[in-house]
């Protein structure tokens, strides 16, 4: 999760699509994508970036269920991410083949993933439950713990997030809006997932 510095939040439209998509945030240096189950192209979606973009490390996203998770390990990726965590999505993950990264917004909720042997939590959504200030305040009680922040992150300030220690990368969607995609502007994907690779 280092390396990918910032993981692009990705919402389906249809398998084609995505894979364009991957293939221009690739060119950009992006070598991690979030495909969230928001939709009912996602499970196709992840497959096909699978397929056409070997290169690409596709994680799923927005797993909130244990039967989403048996879905998307039968997809065959190696990382998924949730907006939360219950006790039963939780302890699934906690046996199932893949790396598991559960959101959190409260001291009790990392408290909880660590039971589950989860020492890596999304914060979610970042800067609605206390941004910056939140990550700085759990650093310590929970040295051992590391954050990916989702949810509210930009090109003005995920610069910030990163530079905290207790920070290993975070989540955004500005690179892959609605209207860069719909529309097929892969050149200007390319150029702001080169943008937000950078270490300007």
């Given amino acids: 999760m280092h390396a990918c510095r910032v993981l692009p939040v990705v919402t389906a439209l249809d398998a084609e699509t995505t894979v364009d998509l991957a293939r221009a945030l690739l060119a950009g240096g992006m070598n991690a994508i979030e495909i969230t189950l928001r939709t009912p192209a996602a499970l196709a979606a992840i497959a096909a970036v699978r397929r056409e973009v070997p290169a690409m490390q596709v994680a799923a ?37 893949l790396d598991f990264i559960p959101g959190v917004a409260t001291a009790s909720e990392v408290m909880r993933a660590r ?21 700085r305040a759990l650093a310590g009680p929970f040295p051992d713990v590391q954050f990916c922040p989702t949810g509210g992150l930009k090109p003005e300030n995920f610069r910030q997030f990163l530079a905290l220690p207790n920070v290993v990368c975070c989540g955004g969607s500005w690179m892959v809006s609605g209207d860069l995609v719909e529309n097929g502007r892969w050149a200007e994907i390319t150029v702001l997932a080169r943008e937000a690779m950078s270490d300007s």
Avoid: H, I
Wanted: with cysteine; proline share 5%.
């Fill in 61 to 97: 996203g927005t797993v909130t269920t244990a039967d989403e998770l048996s879905q998307v390990v039968d997809a065959g990726v190696s990382l998924a991410l949730s907006p939360g965590g219950t006790d039963s999505l939780l302890a699934a993950a906690s046996r199932a083949p």
């Fill in 115 to 135: 039971d589950y042997g989860m020492n890596l939590c999304k914060l979610f959504p970042a800067t609605v439950v206390g941004g910056l200030d939140m990550l």
